[in-house]
């Protein structure tokens, strides 16, 4: 059983940046692919990003790139997102998720963490 914990949400102005982290349990934290979705209200959850299990293969959701970046440190068993020129349609509960392939829609992930808010205001 892996857990995942997120950390890093907050309230911040368009423009901004945000930095989300995602610490994760499990020793073997280096195999697993490990991604971000978000959730707004009353919206499904959508992907955001994903990296392999090295951090050479990344990937993206439209809505996102060139202004997000995701990245692994397998040493600390933690994901990050870094969050730049942050728009207010990017306000949602962001999940890590973890998953033993690539998985972009939510029936593949095979763990989740709790989520945490990101609010940006206009």
């Known amino acids: 059983q892996v857990q995942l914990v997120e950390s890093g949400g907050g309230l911040v102005q368009a423009g901004g940046s945000l930095r989300l982290s995602c610490a994760a349990s499990?020793?073997?934290?280096?195999?697993?692919?490990m991604g971000w979705f978000r959730q707004a209200p009353g919206k499904e959850r959508d992907f955001v990003a994903g990296?392999?299990?090295?951090?050479?293969?990344?990937y993206y959701a439209d809505s996102v790139k060139g202004r997000f970046t995701i990245s692994r440190d397998n040493a600390k068993n933690t994901v990050y997102l870094q969050m730049n020129s942050l728009k207010p349609e990017d306000t949602a509960v962001y999940y890590c998720?973890?998953?033993?392939?690539?998985?972009?829609?939510?029936?593949?992930?095979?763990?989740w963490g709790k989520g945490t808010l990101v609010t940006v205001s206009s």
């Open positions: 499990e020793r073997t934290f280096s195999s697993y692919y």
């Open positions: 990296i392999n299990w090295n951090g050479k293969i990344t």
């Open positions: 998720a973890a998953s033993q392939v690539i998985a972009t829609t939510p029936g593949g992930i095979h763990y």
